[in-house]
């Protein structure tokens, strides 16, 4: 099994609207790749355009399992109009509010890859309550308040199997560095404390934790 993207795969990447680096794809390619061997889905939360979506869809497609992704798709709060990661043509002009389903429908399309993804629209804590699987990879890069990165890890870092993955993006142990809060470093700080997960790789704000043990929740943390 492949653990980095073909060219193609990574054009796509590459093209798509978002804001994961290269290097950082790599690694959740790699994550990915490893989790599905272990033949359960794969699991992001945060889809937005798609563009973290193409290498999950196609990791899933070599491992002959299926990517899930999770996003309201109206946008978190710093891609709202007058933040700074807000982008107008993510707005549906009829509604005026942010739409990104058109543009990660058109992303997955264009990268041969909607037949290994489905897109579960809504919002994440919604959809984990009616949840009862195991993954093989949760990848947390959803809203980054500490409100939803924490709703985020509970509700999906316990559908985690044993030896499977939870990735956690946008993790900034110092406050010099981050740009949307530091609520991701704060539930990888829990992950880690809970004695569920051990860490195994760090690359760029990406952090890849492998599930070790129980007791996902351990104490809330700062
Ligand atoms: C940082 S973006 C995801 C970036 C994407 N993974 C990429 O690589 O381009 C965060 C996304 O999380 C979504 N989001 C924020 N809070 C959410 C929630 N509570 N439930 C579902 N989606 C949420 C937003 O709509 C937004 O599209």
Redesign the pocket.
Known sequence: MPTAPGPDVLAAFEA?????PVDEGLALYAAAAEAGRLGLPLL??????????VLLADAARAAGVTALT???????EE?QPGWDYHDPETVDPELGLMD?LPTFRRTLHRAGLEDHVVALV????RVAALWSSPLALVFV????TDE?AT??YEGWAPHVAEGGLLVI?DVFPDPVDEFTGQAPYRVYLRAVASGAFSEVSATGSLRVLRRTGAGVRGPALG
């Open positions: 798509a609207k978002g804001f994961m992001e939360i945060g889809t937005y355009c798609g563009r973290s979506t999770v996003d309201h798709h109206r946008g978190s891609q990104t809504g919002r994440s804590p890069d959803g809203g980054h939803h709703a985020d993006h």
